[in-house]
């Protein structure tokens, strides 16, 4: 396994493999890897000859209150299990190496990102889209591979390639969870004990709001209500929203039909916390 920094070696490195026919895929990371990041890692295995895996904390795509500064680190643990689930090659650049001090180009994905993770963190996705754009032109991969965890951003990715023009393909991968359905998360490592156990509210607010939609429930504000109650039964839970929208122009709808996304994002204690359900409704 081979580690970069510097964006000319990586590039050199990579074009060996690019000549000799080698598929690449690129699973992008904010590092501090858990069984989630090691999924997508273990997907672009199976599907290509070579695997990058970036670290990379981007600090455009976080807020000026938001946790930039204590965002977890384990280098050498990132390493071991990168190496473990056969990963080619890291690339951890440096925020000089990914910005020069007079960056001034931004990528914007209209629409998309006006509603939920973006209506409170609005500066959110244009950092993503940036640095995602980044990496792509940086590695060049056939495929990148990103969690439905984060369904906004799932959406958004695939909607930039499309609108751009970008010849990579965009695979989602389902998400991994503990066995009490709480969704794997670096951020996880911030809960308390107390916390922990409250985190699961997320989940089983979704499965159940699955359960009575499956019943034959069809309004979308009786299904957040009961989510919003089930949620303010946590006494460290604080909700920043409780959307249920369509999956394509991720617009809230009053009414199921067709492809539906109920996304939550919540704060437990001082850590925000997201979570997704999908859901054919015919
Ligand atoms: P992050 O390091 O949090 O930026 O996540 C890097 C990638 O891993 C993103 O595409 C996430 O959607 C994905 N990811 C994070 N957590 C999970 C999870 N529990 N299951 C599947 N994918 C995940």
Known sequence: MK???DINELRKH???????GKTIGLVPTMGYLHKGHISLVQKSVKDNDITVLSIYVNPTQFGPTEDLDKYPKDLENDKKLAKEAGVDVIFIPTNS?????????????????????????????????????????????NGAYF????AQQA???KKMVK??????????????RENDGLALSS????LNHEERNQATILYESLQKSKECIKNGEQS????????????EEKPSATIDYISIVNEDTLEDIDYFHGNILIALAVKIGQTRLIDNLRMEVI
């Open 3 to 5: 580690i970069f920094n």
């Open 14 to 20: 990579l074009e060996i493999y690019r000549t000799e």
């Open 97 to 141: 190496v990914m910005y020069l001090d007079n960056h001034a180009t931004y990528v914007n994905v209209d629409n998309l990102t006006d509603n939920l993770c973006g209506k409170s963190r609005p500066t959110h996705f244009r950092g993503v889209t940036t640095i995602v754009t980044k990496l792509f032109n940086i590695v060049q991969p």
């Open 147 to 150: 969690g439905q965890k984060d």
């Open 155 to 157: 959406i958004v990715i």
């Open 163 to 176: 609108d751009l023009n970008i010849p990579i393909d965009i695979i989602i991968c389902p998400i991994v």
């Open 187 to 190: 951020r996880n490592t911030y």
């Open 220 to 231: 979308a504000t009786i299904i957040k209500d009961m989510i919003k109650e089930m949620i």
